[in-house]
């Protein structure tokens, strides 16, 4: 019975033993990530830090107090990450606004009973011929005119160039988005239904020639002011819309940096902060 229970013993003792010894390998492995990331994000490398971290958490869960300790790193190394961003987000957005402000003498207002918008200075709609236009709110959308081919009542108009062509959705005739009157057909293709036509005009190096389908096609090469006042709607807008996404993306960055300076204060270690109110 004693030999028994003195093998019980011993065996409870080594398990023990290696249990403990387990225990202090994890928490010297876990100690070791975390240090490193200490180490990388004093050396400027906090994206690093934040994986070396994100490690930690999914490695060694057990480890709540390096863990807890992890919290108050991974937000210092957050907020040096989205300073730079936001210092990066500082200068498009200044670039851009520049951009804009150098093409404001280039468009020209045109005030019409149901709405407003924009042409490019020198732009005129050709009988035969097609026209980019802005609305107040950024939306580009593009007119095209069709004279003397009563044949055609096209639906959709092709830019080619290159060997290349971009074109529009097909607009079916209803009388209002959609004429034809005395010879002349008119169709109005709004937003994304031109998207991809104004930007293959705006970046062409080389001549453009439209296409107007429906029963039939009619085609003609636009003329050096028609594809320049096309262009210049085309880049106006493009930039409009990038200030507007560069403006959400500052804004988005500067809450982040907030929420960041936030964990920062909440998480600061309790040693930290009896050394630093004495």
Request: aromatic share 6%; glycine share 6%; charged share 20%.
């Amino acid at each position: 019975m004693y030999n028994a229970t003195t093998k019980f013993i011993t065996l409870m003792l080594i398990a023990a033993s290696a249990l403990t010894s387990c225990g202090d390998k994890k928490s010297a492995e876990a100690q070791e990530l975390y240090n490193n990331a200490e180490t990388m994000l004093n050396n400027g490398e906090a994206s690093r830090a934040v994986a070396m971290l994100d490690s930690l958490d999914s490695a060694y869960a057990d480890q709540i107090d390096l863990r807890r300790r992890g919290m108050h790193l991974r937000a210092l190394a957050i907020e040096k990450l989205t300073v730079e961003e936001l210092s990066h987000a500082d200068s498009l957005l200044a670039q851009l606004t520049a951009q804009a402000q150098q093409m404001n003498g280039s468009l020209k207002k045109v005030d019409n009973a149901i709405e407003p918008y924009y042409i490019a200075v020198g732009s005129t709609l050709a009988p035969t011929g097609i026209e980019a236009r802005m609305a107040p709110d950024g939306v580009v959308y593009v007119v095209s005119s069709l004279s003397g081919h009563p044949a055609v009542r096209h639906t959709a108009i092709t830019a080619s160039c290159g060997g290349k062509t971009a074109s529009t959705a097909a607009i079916a005739y209803d009388g209002e988005r959609s004429t034809r009157s005395g010879g002349v057909e008119t169709v109005h293709f709004v937003g994304a239904e031109c998207d991809s036509l104004v930007r293959f005009i705006t970046s062409a190096s080389e001549p453009v020639t439209i296409t107007w389908y429906g029963a039939s096609t009619f085609s003609r090469p636009l003329t050096a002011n028609e594809q320049q006042s096309i262009a210049t709607v085309g880049t106006y807008a493009l930039t409009a819309t990038e200030i507007k996404l560069a403006t959400l993306r500052h804004q988005r960055l500067e809450r982040q940096l907030e929420t960041a300076r936030s964990h920062i204060a909440r998480t600061f270690p309790d040693s930290l902060s009896q050394q630093s109110g004495r």
